[in-house]
């Protein structure tokens, strides 16, 4: 091979290295970019999980969202109360925006079940509320200082005042399922744990906000 040949390869070969490595570099900066770019949106997922409380305060131990969850899924069972580093968490959900949307969503598709069904029109097809938590709401209540969402202990003769006083707001999506189901022609039924005697405390409680008839109101 000749001196210019073997030159000539070198810088052939050079040139293909340096391509490569440059290939490479582009690839390299690209996924840095893109990896870049998926960490911010971790780290912004991240910084949603409630670990640190929904105002900011430390949570020790303990991620106030899968707590949550546990709960609500039932797979946490015999707990009595709101573990105290949550109480911020739980009251930034209830009294936030997101608290208000989970009530929308399933007030949607309950809206869209009734009117899929098929009646009898014979008078006889009802459909059973709650109260206490779906057609009103006693956050007033949980978010007093005394309460604390949950936090200290469940004082009946506390909350049995709170029901006197017929001061719960309804809960807005569902008093739209309740003028739905009357729209149908389907007879709403109310069911509570509360005692018979504050019946009328919740008649007038219910009326008020919204709830202005039904086939029957059943307490203990």
């Known amino acids: 091979m000749s001196t210019s040949s073997f030159f000539s390869s070198i810088k052939m070969r050079s040139f293909t290295i340096l391509l490569l490595f440059s290939a490479i570099v582009a690839v390299a900066l690209a996924s840095n970019e893109e990896d870049h770019q998926g960490i911010s949106q971790v780290v912004e997922i991240h910084r949603l999980r409630p670990q640190t409380g929904s105002a900011g305060y430390t949570v020790p131990q303990l991620d106030c969202l899968s707590w949550r969850l546990a709960v609500e899924t039932n797979n946490l069972q015999n707990w009595k109360l709101v573990p105290k580093e949550c109480t911020n968490y739980v009251g930034h959900y209830m009294l936030g925006k997101q608290y208000r949307r989970d009530c929308e969503y399933v007030a949607k598709q309950a809206i869209e079940y009734a009117k899929a069904l098929k009646l009898g029109g014979d008078g006889k097809d009802v459909w059973v509320f709650?109260?206490?938590?779906?057609?009103?709401?006693?956050?007033?209540?949980?978010?007093?200082?005394?309460?604390?969402?949950?936090?200290?202990?469940?004082?009946?003769?506390?909350?049995?005042?709170?029901?006197?006083?017929?001061?719960?707001?309804?809960?807005?999506?569902?008093?739209?399922?309740?003028?739905t189901v009357l729209s149908l022609g389907i007879k709403p039924v109310f069911i509570t744990g509360t005692r018979d005697n504050f019946r009328q405390a919740r008649i007038v409680n219910l009326k008020k906000v919204g709830y202005s008839n039904w086939a029957a109101l059943i307490l203990k």
């Open 130 to 179: 709650d109260i206490d938590e779906t057609t009103l709401s006693n956050i007033p209540y949980y978010a007093r200082s005394d309460v604390a969402f949950g936090a200290i202990a469940y004082n009946s003769t506390k909350f049995n005042a709170w029901v006197a006083e017929g001061k719960a707001p309804a809960i807005p999506s569902i008093l739209g399922v309740y003028k």
